[in-house]
């Protein structure tokens, strides 16, 4: 059974940075695009990037140019950087895949941007 935990989340301040991971069980990588999620308080969960199985990717336009996500297949790790934060990226972030139907969603890493 495949398992994602995020990590990485916490407090900054606006225009700060965070780098976010995202651990998989199993090998899923090399069959599915990754995606990072955001759930903000009263709020649908949102796809904020993707990444590809050919390494290409896609942002929602809220965050292109300020949020970067890679992986590492050999870890089954994929990661979002996060720069110029604004209050508005805070959210639980959820790593999954990008498909019609989702794997079991782990509890997901808050992210706070605050003065």
């Known amino acids: 059974q495949v398992q994602l935990v995020e990590s990485g989340g916490g407090l900054v301040q606006p225009g700060g940075s965070l780098r976010l991971s995202c651990a998989a069980s199993g090998s899923i990588f090399s069959t599915y695009a990754m995606g990072w999620y955001r759930q903000a308080p009263g709020k649908q969960r949102e796809l904020v990037a993707r990444?590809?199985?050919?390494?290409?990717?896609y942002y929602a336009e809220s965050v292109k140019s300020r949020f970067t996500i890679s992986r590492d297949n050999a870890k089954t790790t994929i990661y979002l950087q996060m720069n110029s934060l604004k209050p508005e990226d805070t959210a639980v972030y959820y790593c999954n895949v990008v498909t019609t139907w989702s794997f079991p969603w782990g509890q997901g890493t808050q992210v706070t941007v605050s003065s």
């Open positions: 990444i590809n199985i050919s390494g290409s990717t």
